[in-house]
């Protein structure tokens, strides 16, 4: 009698499945978000597996804050190639021209904040009711109390303190007109758990996440990318660095690491080593004590 | 690149509580602090937040209380899940609050958990919630309970204090269903015997808790035998192919196996099982798979496939035991979405039967079901649900409950079984009379009365009857049915069952071929004790070898012993299950098991043999008396 014992990343792929078969199954108009980074590519991986040999039955939508890496618009268009999805595109910079979103005044303003209101608007007006995402509970205090199905009320807000619970694998995604969920299926992840299922299923990622030899200046603490929206103050010295980035978001919100990480294998090893978290170089979770959980509240990720 | 042992971890998710103050969330501080699972960032924060509260050590707890409100009112208010690992073993701690109003979240969490951490401050003992923390772990079968004494560093590291607790929980848990409880005696403050073994307990030979968590068995309450798939959705990429997703809820599946559709019915073979990289030659419990037919059949979402020769129950009526979760009491006029596997269906509650104080554990009777009470109720559903009890499945024995207004889960239930009112009061009062026959002391007093005087009182013959044949066969069910007939009919009798003895008189016995044949002698010695005051006897035991059975047969004189043989195919029992035990058996779990990883010898001249997967009960105990009028045991 053979044991049918499962590895970890095998119970926690079969889990991610599970879900995103589940909001396709629950949900008439679900949508799966991209954002460049490495946890909305292997979700995009695993919902490629979850229909196979169909194809995703649904789009992938990118909010485009126009503060991309060029690298991930490139991986954004060659991913959905490979996938045939559909791509839906909402831009940060439309919702400012309409007037819906105002620029942060000041150097180099993040539109980390803005990409709420565009990534609300493009919900409501592609009338999607499920977004899924590739948010994981080890990422952030607040994030470890979310749930797979994460209910959202008409105005795209999360109630901590009314969040339904959630029971062995039932998920209710029941809800009125207008209201809506996030759907996170990496939930149980952890950045290792995704770095080793990368380098298990051979799955490509954008350069960005390898080293590379990269003009960079500091600022607050961190190493940003110059570019046409990160322009060095008087102050600021522009510095010619070997760097990889260890999440990726905005050119004006991601630090980058000093790293001669070129493989997957060299990055697990400096995952392992590491002794900062991954969001800690990221700009916006350092505002406050309690940053991430006051952007879910008003609708980010 | 080199073998990475991460790729061969396997996956322990567990679930801690203990009432406020019990040093809950710095016990998980301390597992993630010392197997290096919090990060500098993660731990400045924590030394930021312990400063700005004018603490002078680092508050543990602070990292672990994630939402703003609770670390205001420094408890955890919502179930949080946190991770770590070691070279062995991935964790997924569901961190649940242990606070009085907060019993759902605690029930959440232990839905999905292996082993739950029960925490006890060793310098206030077993408290009222430590004993409704265990209360929920065995009632939503958890399989391992480890309950660690905390603080011990607050009692000098008293070992006294520490087997005290041990002793009183124990005697408080053999009231409840908990299949493996392990103490630990621990400082989380300080780390005594959490990851690494404390010299300040050199009377403590045991393992660190870590230590614990990491060899402790995974996948004990998966059920490999009984084969279910709730169908997730339909595929159809092209004009040719047609598959079904799903996660495998238990058991096992092969291309080629016959399998049946519920509720259609409808029979067909398995063709193939897809996945992204490549066709299956098996899939198992848990995997995320699709299966295709070999005929075209209608499937769609909410439809179960099982295999042909394995079916689940089906019933519009089930008793349950429900958790309420909702501020919004239950309504016994409200027609609850009550979701079940992939499917919905429409449910109201017909009956409150009773609510358990979680506290005391007594049944009270109520009107309705507030925010985190637990009762039983029965269910009556507008469609037959295909279901296996919570305890033999847990994946198919669950569900919840949705207010059709608000969409809110509003209570987590456990199948128990079909409704059968009747039967189910009937067989209390059973109980309570057999109770009365095993105090009377009577039956042990030797006296100078003969046999035959006895037997001229009683108006009947005294004998043994031996039921044996595989568990789950129904020897029980047929001998309570069979006595209470005797009882009816003025019979004296005596009962002797496996399970009892193996509580009180054999409890020193295990399962190896040398305790069992000690297990039958001894209970041979009783059944004749029994038989000499004149009683009949029915003795229940497996009874697997012929040479335990003679020597039983061997005490009692000619005629007065009747081997029942309850035979009835492995393949049937297995599926019956009514314990869960062949799915432990089958897991591995428990070794020496007949039917599985140790014979059963069928008896060569048994003096009834009853097929019980032919004959009901009732007709099996109408050949029973039969037989012994037959014999002129008792008066037709």
Same mark, same amino acid.
């Given at each position: ?301 | ?344 269906? *429409? ?137 209470? *007939? ?15 003895? *193996? ?134």
């Amino acid at each position: 009698m053979s044991s049918y014992l499962r590895t970890h990343l095998q119970q926690l792929e079969a889990e991610a499945i599970y879900v995103i078969r589940e909001t396709a199954a629950q949900f008439e108009r679900p949508v799966m978000l991209f954002s460049g980074g490495k946890d909305s590519i292997v979700m995009a991986f695993v919902a490629q597996q979850a229909f196979w040999p169909g194809k995703i039955p649904f789009p992938l939508m990118h909010i485009d804050t126009g503060h991309n890496f060029p690298e991930t618009i490139e991986y954004r268009d060659w991913l959905v190639q490979r996938l045939g999805v559909q791509l839906v595109v909402a831009s940060v910079q439309q919702s400012i021209d309409r007037g819906r979103a105002q620029e942060e005044p000041g150097h180099n303003p993040s539109r980390n904040v803005l990409q709420t209101v565009t990534l609300l608007d493009a919900l409501a007006e592609h009338r999607f009711e499920a977004a899924l995402g590739g948010g994981r509970r080890d990422e952030e205090k607040a994030r470890a109390k979310e749930r797979f199905f994460s209910h959202r009320d008409r105005f795209g807000q999360w109630d901590p303190k009314n969040q339904r619970p959630e029971l062995w694998s039932l998920y209710n995604g029941r809800k009125h007109l207008g209201e809506g969920f996030r759907v996170f299926p990496l939930s149980n992840w952890t950045e290792m758990d995704v770095w080793q299922y990368i380098r298990l299923k051979e799955i490509p990622i954008p350069s960005l996440y390898f080293s590379h030899r990269r003009e960079v200046l500091r600022r607050d603490g961190m190493w940003l990318a110059v570019s046409d929206v990160i322009t060095p103050l008087p102050h600021e010295q522009v510095e010619s660095k070997i760097v990889r980035f260890r999440t990726i978001g905005d050119l004006t919100c991601t630090g980058a690491v000093e790293s001669t990480a070129s493989t997957l294998d060299a990055i697990i090893l400096e995952v392992a080593a590491a002794r900062v978290t991954e969001r800690g170089g990221r700009a916006d979770d350092k505002r406050s004590e309690a940053a991430m959980e006051d952007r879910k509240k008003v609708g980010y990720f | 690149m080199t073998p990475d042992p991460y790729l061969s971890m396997d996956l322990l998710r567990f679930t801690t509580a203990g009432s406020v103050d019990d040093g809950k969330s710095t016990l998980i501080g301390r597992l993630l602090l010392d197997t290096k699972n919090i990060f500098e960032d993660q731990l400045e924060a924590v030394e930021r937040a312990s400063r700005l509260r004018g603490e002078d050590y680092v508050d543990l707890a602070l990292y672990t209380d994630g939402l703003r409100a609770e670390r205001e009112q420094r408890i955890t208010i919502d179930v949080a899940y946190r991770f770590f690992a070691t070279p062995k073993r991935k964790f997924i701690i569901a961190d649940t609050p242990g606070h009085i109003q907060y019993t759902r979240n605690m029930v959440t969490g232990a839905s999905t958990a292996e082993l739950a951490i029960i925490l006890i401050d060793a310098q206030k003992g077993v408290v009222t919630q430590s004993k409704r923390h265990g209360f929920i772990a065995s009632l939503l079968q958890i399989p391992h309970v480890l309950v660690a004494v905390n603080k011990m560093d607050l009692v000098g590291y008293d070992q006294g204090v520490f087997q005290r607790i041990a002793a009183e929980y124990t005697a408080f848990a053999s009231k409840l269903s908990a299949p493996s409880l392990t103490f630990i005696p621990i400082s989380a403050l300080l780390g005594d015997n959490v990851v690494q073994r404390s010299a300040a307990m050199p009377w403590y030979d045991g393992p660190s808790l870590l230590h614990h968590l990491e060899h402790v068995n995974v996948g004990a309450s998966r059920n490999l035998v009984d084969f279910r798939f709730p169908v997730q959705m339909a595929l159809r990429p092209s004009a040719g192919f047609r598959g079904f997703a799903g996660q495998i809820a238990s058991g096992v599946i092969r291309p080629g196996e016959e399998v049946v559709v519920l509720p259609s019915g409808r029979a067909s073979r398995v063709r193939s099982i897809v996945s992204y990289e490549g066709e299956l030659a098996e899939a198992a419990a848990g995997d995320s798979v699709l299966l295709t037919l070999e005929d075209e059949i209608d499937v769609s979402r909410g439809d179960m496939i099982v295999r042909a020769g394995n079916l689940p129950q089906a019933s519009a009526a089930l008793q349950c035991t429900l958790c309420w979760m909702s501020e919004e009491p239950l309504n016994r006029h409200t027609p609850y979405i009550l979701q079940h596997t992939t499917r919905q269906v *429409r449910a109201h509650v017909d009956q409150l039967t009773y609510r358990i104080d979680v506290d005391t554990l007594h049944r009270e009777p109520a009107q309705t079901l507030e925010l985190n009470e637990i009762g039983r109720v029965r269910l009556v559903t507008t469609q037959p649900l295909y279901f296996d009890s919570y305890q033999v499945n847990r994946a198919t024995g669950n569900f919840i409950l949705i207010d059709p207004y608000s969409n809110n889960t509003v209570a987590a239930g456990m199948i128990r079984r079909e409704d059968q009112e009747v039967a189910d009061l009937t067989v209390a009062n059973f109980s309570e009379k057999l109770a009365t026959i095993r105090s009377s002391n009577v039956v042990w007093e030797r006296t100078a009365i003969s046999q035959e005087l006895r037997e001229q009182r009683h108006g009947h013959r005294a004998a043994v009857l031996w039921f044996t044949g595989l568990s789950g066969s129904g020897k029980s069910t047929i001998a309570r049915l069979l006595e209470r *007939r005797l009882w009816a009919l003025g019979c004296e009798t005596f009962y002797l069952d496996g399970d009892n003895v *193996r509580h009180g008189l054999n409890r020193d016995l295990g399962f190896s071929a040398e305790d069992r044949q000690e297990n039958i002698r001894r209970v041979g010695e009783v059944a004749r004790l029994a038989f000499e005051h004149g009683a009949l006897t029915l003795c229940t035991f497996i009874s697997p070898f012929r040479a335990d059975r003679r020597f039983a047969r061997s005490l009692l004189p000619e005629g007065r012993f009747l081997e029942i043989y309850v035979k009835c195919d492995l393949e049937i029992v297995k599926r019956r299950d009514p314990k869960g035990l062949y799915a432990r058996a089958l897991a591995g779990e428990i070794a020496d098991f007949t039917g599985i990883s140790s014979p059963y010898e069928e008896p060569e001249a048994a003096e009834l043999v009853i097929e019980s997967d032919l004959i009901s009960a009732e007709d099996a105990v109408e050949a029973i008396l039969a037989e012994l009028a037959a014999r002129g045991v008792v008066t037709g």
